[in-house]
């Protein structure tokens, strides 16, 4: 630095003010200064001992820490005030709502944790068993010779987890297997199948530049229902990536590449039966022969998957009969399905009990949301609106479906993001769908009302979006 610049530096002053501040830093990070202090206010301004000394030197110290941190930023951008505001500017002009989208995720997952280190007993989200229950009761069930309510693929997958296990890890409860060497590598396997291609399938599906890739799969992993899922360690994860997978390969021009989607949706079907509903895309194309390959290969695998199990064929109405009694509780659990819906408005209504309206209802607002959703499925030509509309199918025409299935919502979410045409109908999507996927303490809310704040909103904007497609095209 010259003369003059040390010259002009000094009429500066608000250069001066961060010079003078960044002296007084960098003397508190000294121990003897600060002890000095401490000794001065005894003596001099509250005339006692202070209680914790100790204290008052480590607030001194972060205060000096901060302060200094803070003084280098302001005098780096008084410097380059022109430079940051032109950047500033550019970035303000190129910002999009799913950029806005995106950081909300990502602020709601930090301010979250934020949230548990000034309150640890709030740990935790939707409800409880939010400890890998779901996979460890699965592992410990998978020794059985007989199909529960998990088709014969999740079921193999959990049987391989259970002949990596030593016996004496079966005697005990779940628990035990949670604390053990073997239970610790099953679940690093789970998150190796399931972490790694989520977050590949998104780097990938993300259209622009590395950064804008980077941002969007991260935000995504900090959603609730990817979150929720792993927190859980439901196969569910697995489902979702293969089902995602079949969507991205779908359209593509390479025949290996769509063979390899079709194996991805038997894996999808194998592991929870309801993204058969993806299979729908092959119907509009009408692209037969993959459907019928890919219905014989499932139906070949399914046969083999069964040769694992006591029971052969009578296995498969053994898994129904276990899906039928659980699905028969649709009331007692967190449930997002159109069934729960309809039982909550008439329950709120007085007309649920012993009036004989909820069986026939129940049917009519099924067959009413079936019809309009094929009728909307195949009339619509926006990948995002298809992709919803079978989302939408996943998580309201089960009987029972946990929080955890919206992890699904993230393959119509890389679509709106890669739309196009970003019309009021995208952007108003992503609004609707950032509830679910915000991750903050207390979302019971949103549980208990999910469809009139998510799913309602996002099929009827499908619909607005169909008739403008239909408006605009005559």
Same mark, same amino acid.
């Given at each position: 630095m010259t003369r003059q610049d040390l010259k002009k530096c000094c009429r500066n002053p608000i250069l001066i003010c961060c010079a003078v501040l960044a002296l007084i830093s960098v003397l508190l990070l000294f121990p003897a200064v600060r002890l000095l202090l401490v000794s001065a206010a005894e003596r001099f301004i509250v005339r006692r001992p202070l209680r914790d000394t100790g204290k008052w030197d480590r607030l001194m110290l972060r205060y000096a820490s901060v302060q200094l941190l803070a003084i280098v930023a302001v005098a780096w951008l008084h410097k380059r005030t022109d430079r940051v505001m032109c950047i500033a500017k550019a970035f303000v002009r190129e910002i999009r709502l799913s950029h806005i989208f995106l950081l909300l995720l990502i602020l709601a997952f930090v301010f979250q944790n934020l949230a548990l280190i000034a309150h640890p007993d709030r740990t935790g989200w939707y409800m409880d068993c939010t400890n890998l229950w779901d996979h460890y009761v699965c592992v410990l069930g998978g020794r059985s010779l007989h199909l529960g309510m998990y088709p014969p693929l999740a079921s193999f997958i959990y049987r391989l987890y259970a002949s990596m296990l030593p016996e004496d890890l079966f005697s005990g409860d779940w628990k035990t297997l949670a604390y053990s060497d073997g239970g610790s590598y099953v679940t690093l396997l789970f998150y190796l199948f399931s972490v790694v291609p989520f977050c590949l399938l998104c780097f990938d599906s993300i259209e622009g530049k590395k950064t804008e890739k980077l941002v969007a799969t991260t935000a995504l992993c900090c959603s609730a229902p990817f979150l929720y899922s792993l927190m859980r360690g439901n196969i569910v994860l697995f489902s979702? =990536?293969?089902?995602? =997978?079949? =969507? /991205?390969?779908? /359209?593509?021009?390479n025949g290996f590449v769509r063979a390899a989607g079709l194996l991805a949706l038997f894996v999808a079907i194998?592991? *929870? #039966?309801?993204? $058969?509903?993806?299979?729908?895309? #092959? $119907? *509009? !194309? /009408? /692209?037969? *022969? !993959? #459907? *019928?390959?890919?219905? $014989?290969?499932a139906l070949l695998l399914f046969v083999f998957m069964l040769t694992f199990f006591d029971g052969g064929m009578s296995e498969i109405a053994n898994m129904m009969r276990h899906i039928t009694n659980f699905t028969s509780t649709f009331k007692e659990h967190h449930n997002l399905s159109l069934k729960r819906q309809v039982w909550d408005i008439l329950s709120f209504c007085g007309l649920a009990k012993d009036t004989g309206l909820f069986p026939v209802l129940n049917v009519a607002v099924y067959v009413l949301y079936i019809a309009a959703s094929g009728v909307l499925f195949f009339l619509t030509k926006k990948r995002w609106v298809e992709l919803m509309l079978l989302t939408l199918a996943c998580l309201l025409v089960p009987g029972i479906v946990r929080p955890y299935t919206e992890v699904f919502l993230i393959i119509p979410i890389v679509e709106l993001l890669n739309s196009k045409e970003k019309d009021v109908f995208v952007y108003l999507s992503l609004v609707f769908l950032l509830p679910m996927l915000l991750f903050i303490c207390d979302l019971s809310l949103f549980v208990t009302f999910h469809a009139g704040l998510v799913t309602f909103p996002l099929f009827a904007l499908c619909a607005a979006e169909v008739v403008r497609e239909r408006y605009c095209k005559k």
């Amino acid at each position: 630095m010259t003369r003059q610049d040390l010259k002009k530096c000094c009429r500066n002053p608000i250069l001066i003010c961060c010079a003078v501040l960044a002296l007084i830093s960098v003397l508190l990070l000294f121990p003897a200064v600060r002890l000095l202090l401490v000794s001065a206010a005894e003596r001099f301004i509250v005339r006692r001992p202070l209680r914790d000394t100790g204290k008052w030197d480590r607030l001194m110290l972060r205060y000096a820490s901060v302060q200094l941190l803070a003084i280098v930023a302001v005098a780096w951008l008084h410097k380059r005030t022109d430079r940051v505001m032109c950047i500033a500017k550019a970035f303000v002009r190129e910002i999009r709502l799913s950029h806005i989208f995106l950081l909300l995720l990502i602020l709601a997952f930090v301010f979250q944790n934020l949230a548990l280190i000034a309150h640890p007993d709030r740990t935790g989200w939707y409800m409880d068993c939010t400890n890998l229950w779901d996979h460890y009761v699965c592992v410990l069930g998978g020794r059985s010779l007989h199909l529960g309510m998990y088709p014969p693929l999740a079921s193999f997958i959990y049987r391989l987890y259970a002949s990596m296990l030593p016996e004496d890890l079966f005697s005990g409860d779940w628990k035990t297997l949670a604390y053990s060497d073997g239970g610790s590598y099953v679940t690093l396997l789970f998150y190796l199948f399931s972490v790694v291609p989520f977050c590949l399938l998104c780097f990938d599906s993300i259209e622009g530049k590395k950064t804008e890739k980077l941002v969007a799969t991260t935000a995504l992993c900090c959603s609730a229902p990817f979150l929720y899922s792993l927190m859980r360690g439901n196969i569910v994860l697995f489902s979702a =990536c293969a089902a995602f =997978c079949f =969507c /991205r390969s779908a /359209r593509s021009e390479n025949g290996f590449v769509r063979a390899a989607g079709l194996l991805a949706l038997f894996v999808a079907i194998g592991t *929870k #039966l309801y993204p $058969v509903a993806f299979a729908a895309l #092959l $119907v *509009k !194309e /009408r /692209r037969w *022969k !993959e #459907l *019928k390959a890919c219905l $014989v290969m499932a139906l070949l695998l399914f046969v083999f998957m069964l040769t694992f199990f006591d029971g052969g064929m009578s296995e498969i109405a053994n898994m129904m009969r276990h899906i039928t009694n659980f699905t028969s509780t649709f009331k007692e659990h967190h449930n997002l399905s159109l069934k729960r819906q309809v039982w909550d408005i008439l329950s709120f209504c007085g007309l649920a009990k012993d009036t004989g309206l909820f069986p026939v209802l129940n049917v009519a607002v099924y067959v009413l949301y079936i019809a309009a959703s094929g009728v909307l499925f195949f009339l619509t030509k926006k990948r995002w609106v298809e992709l919803m509309l079978l989302t939408l199918a996943c998580l309201l025409v089960p009987g029972i479906v946990r929080p955890y299935t919206e992890v699904f919502l993230i393959i119509p979410i890389v679509e709106l993001l890669n739309s196009k045409e970003k019309d009021v109908f995208v952007y108003l999507s992503l609004v609707f769908l950032l509830p679910m996927l915000l991750f903050i303490c207390d979302l019971s809310l949103f549980v208990t009302f999910h469809a009139g704040l998510v799913t309602f909103p996002l099929f009827a904007l499908c619909a607005a979006e169909v008739v403008r497609e239909r408006y605009c095209k005559k």
